[in-house]
């Protein structure tokens, strides 16, 4: 079974923090992906990786960064953490076509 | 940017009707992906369509691709209380496949 996991399932940072969110999976996927989900807005792309230190934006970058160092482990930083960035911050990978989740983290931001 | 809506928002039926959400693309896709989200879980992938007009089933779930590849939808037929989630469409573009999801529909079925 592939596993997708992340380093806390609950977060609480305060205004201002530098918050790393760290996803690890093990299936050796090249395709690692963060997202943020909303009530009434759904998953929102973040970024994405598709190698080893390659990455692109997604649809909402502001305020993110990322880092691919390694090919199993996919790391969000918000540099300056605020308070519309409390959110459930879903990691997935993929190999080919389906896209595997973790099982969120839900950071809030005070 | 590539938009996909997705209709409705939420929907309540009783056990033994049938479901339908709705997807559209403001852009042609390559293809479509759904995933169903349970209650306190994660997004699961449930299926892929890629070419026009495909249909595929999965029991009592139904799912389309538009002729133009511009829109999708899932139909359950019999909703069963083990249905209850949020169903997802998301299409794919572009050459890094790129996803976008629609706002997901979110079902509950009354026992």
């Known amino acids: 079974d592939v596993k997708v996991t992340q380093s806390s399932r609950y977060l609480v940072k305060r205004t201002g923090e530098k918050v790393f969110l760290e996803c690890v999976q093990d299936?050796?996927?090249?395709?690692m992906f963060w997202y943020r989900q909303d009530p009434g807005l759904g998953l929102r792309l973040i970024y994405f990786?598709?190698?080893?230190?390659?990455?692109e934006k997604g649809d909402i970058p502001e305020g993110y960064s990322v880092s691919r160092e390694k090919k199993e482990r996919f790391s969000l930083i918000l540099e300056s953490a605020s308070t519309n960035q409390t959110s459930m911050y879903l990691c997935a990978s993929k190999r080919s076509y389906e896209q595997y989740f973790g099982p969120g983290t839900r950071l809030t931001v005070t | 940017g590539q938009q996909v809506m997705q209709i409705p928002q939420y929907q309540h039926v009783q056990e033994g009707e049938d479901f339908t959400t709705y997807c559209n693309s403001s852009t042609t896709l390559s293809n479509i992906q759904w995933y169903k989200q349970r209650p306190g879980g994660h997004p699961v992938f449930l299926i892929q369509?890629?070419?026009?007009?495909e249909v595929k089933k999965q029991k009592r779930l139904t799912f389309q691709f538009g002729e133009a590849k511009k829109n999708s939808s899932l139909h359950i037929t019999a909703t069963q209380t083990t249905d209850v989630g949020t169903y997802f469409c998301a299409g794919l573009t572009g050459g890094y496949q790129k996803v976008t999801f629609g706002i997901g529909t979110k079902l509950q079925v009354i026992p």
């Open positions: 990786s598709y190698d080893v230190k390659m990455k």
């Open positions: 369509l890629v070419k026009s007009g």
């Open positions: 299936m050796d996927h090249e395709n």
